[in-house]
């Protein structure tokens, strides 16, 4: 696996509504993201084959892809 | 005519046909249809013209179960009634919504949504509502709906100079109907309370009842303790099947755009399940009210989808970029479940100034609800991800199965059941005309009557189901 690249400000500083970001900063926090994150997320069937519900999100299967 | 005090009216010698005990949105509407009809109608209203400390305490309660309003918070005791504080959202409850489910006990009305529609046009004219539009399948298992958001009709406001005027119609002031008296087939007389004291019994061909959707409960239980049945002769299902609309903050939503849904003037819109989406869940009927949140809301959404689906996050950052407006806080009420231990009792402990027990209010949220709640959110996020309008998050609360929040709204002042309809004189208290069973002359008005509660506020549907009733009396005592 390739190093994530180094963020230009952490996670925490987007989150702030006070922090003025611009789109390409925004997308350099969400590389960020553990992967670790990934991999302990508890998946839960649906009713329907092409939805899943993550950590109470409902998604579309391929958005996990 | 409108009579400041109880003396003012006897003085009055008006002779009434019938005695309609309340003036709120069911009260006021069945006045005013008798009235138009050339029938006398005399329309007791237990407090005066505006709001006093002193009248409201006559609603004072307690509440056994799950957590509630002060039931004297919850409702107003003076001309025009709760119409008062209503917040005047409207919508007819669903054709759905009278039909039995198979997977919910003692569901379904004797009549259907056809019965109520001819009066529909009535009802635009008495709550000042623009035309209904028809709801939109956003997917099969979803709809948009439509929530009228109305100027709130003050009914002591908007019909006073009218009911004023009518020769027909007499307004009586700052009286209290303690109780009825019958015989077992007829009634045969509304005792009257005020000033401090007793002021004997009125009378009248036919009655109403129009307290509310918890004091007409009150009224007839404490009638038939005092006639030993006499007022409502099968009373099994007197005060039961009480219903709310329990409503909670449910979750949050991060939407790729506005623009694939109608939102209101305050960008909120509204969904409902579809029958099939109902039935296959085996859930009751919900609405999810979507409420724009500011960008930072968006922004921590993102962050969190981002732990779950990093390229559905980007995805949806990108359109962060685009459209600012794009998080939206979700609230979720709901139909409750018809339950018979959900009912309204007399206090032993507690009487108000006129002597009458106060109401015991025994409520209880059911696991069938529950579900409704869980299974409404994930039928709501799948059918925006369907269609990729955007990505539900569920509450923790709710996908972790703990308790119900208690800093939250907790539900809508919506006061239903007590006296509902039913063919089954064992499940319900008045017939499909809102006569009482076994009762020549007496009749029910307001959401009492209410079989089942659908999603939707009530005041649209218990004036309409006014209307047809005003109608159906001006009928019978015109034959």
Not at chain 2, 217 to 222: A, D, G, I, V
Not at chain 2, 260 to 277: G, I, L
Not at chain 2, 395 to 424: F, K, S
């Amino acid at each position: 696996m390739s190093p994530l690249p180094r963020p230009e400000i952490r996670l925490v500083d987007w989150l702030n509504p006070k922090t003025s970001i611009s789109r390409r900063r925004f997308m350099a926090s969400l590389a960020t993201v553990s992967a670790a994150a990934l991999l302990t997320r508890t998946m839960q069937p649906t009713r329907r084959d092409e939805f899943v519900e993550v950590n109470g999100w409902i998604l579309k299967r391929s958005d996990l892809a | 005519m409108m009579f400041a005090s109880t003396a003012a009216y006897l003085a009055s010698g008006f002779k009434p046909k019938v005695i309609v005990i309340g003036s709120g949105p069911a009260g006021t509407t069945i006045a005013r249809k008798l009235g138009a009809a050339g029938i006398p109608v005399t329309v007791i209203e237990a407090g005066s013209d505006e709001w006093t400390e002193e009248s409201q305490d006559f609603y004072r309660g307690s509440v056994v179960g799950d957590p509630y309003f002060d039931l004297d918070i919850s409702r107003l005791r003076f001309l025009g009634g709760s119409s008062n504080h209503w917040a005047g959202w409207c919508r007819v409850m669903d054709a759905h919504d009278f039909q039995p489910k198979a997977w919910a006990p003692d569901t379904g009305w004797p009549i259907g949504r056809q019965d109520i529609e001819p009066f529909l046009n009535e009802v635009h004219d008495i709550l000042d509502l623009p035309p209904f539009l028809p709801d939109v399948p956003m997917t099969e298992d979803l709809r948009w709906v439509q929530l009228i958001k109305s100027p709130a009709v003050r009914f002591g406001e908007k019909f006073r100079g009218e009911l004023e005027k009518s020769p027909n119609i007499a307004v009586v002031l700052n009286t209290y109907v303690t109780h009825l008296t019958g015989d077992g087939r007829k009634v045969t007389g509304a005792q009257l309370w005020s000033d401090g004291k007793d002021q004997g019994a009125i009378t009248a061909d036919f009655y109403v009842p129009c307290a509310g959707g918890l004091e007409n409960s009150r009224l007839l239980l404490w009638s038939n303790e005092l006639s030993n049945g006499a007022v409502v002769p099968h009373a099994e299902a007197l005060g039961c099947y009480w219903m709310e609309h329990p409503q909670f903050e449910g979750g949050n939503i991060i939407l790729s755009n506005y623009d694939e849904f109608a939102v209101d003037a305050t960008n909120e819109a509204f969904f409902s399940p579809s029958p099939k989406a109902m039935e296959e869940r085996q859930i009751l009927n919900f609405g999810v009210r979507l409420i724009e949140t500011p960008y930072d809301g968006a922004k921590q959404l993102i962050a969190d989808l981002a732990c779950t689906a990093p390229d559905t996050a980007e995805w949806f950052a990108g359109m962060l970029d685009l459209n600012l407006r794009c998080a939206a806080k979700l609230y979720v009420g709901w139909e409750q479940a018809p339950v018979a231990t959900n009912r309204i009792v007399l206090s032993l402990l507690d009487r108000d100034h006129a002597g009458v027990p106060r109401i015991e209010l025994h409520w209880q949220k059911s696991e069938l609800e529950r579900r409704t709640l869980a299974e409404g959110l994930r039928v709501f996020g799948e059918a925006f991800a369907e269609r990729d309008f955007g990505r539900l998050r569920i509450a923790d609360w709710i996908v972790n199965g703990e308790d119900y929040p208690t800093d939250q709204e907790l539900a809508g002042h919506h006061h239903m059941g007590g006296t509902r309809m039913a063919d089954d004189i064992r499940k319900g208290i008045v017939d499909r005309n809102m006569k009482v069973h076994g009762m020549d002359n007496l009749y029910v008005g307001g959401s009492s009557v209410f079989a089942t509660s659908g999603q939707c506020n009530p005041t649209t549907t218990l004036t309409a189901l006014a209307a047809r009733l005003g109608d159906h009396l001006s009928r019978v005592i015109g034959a």
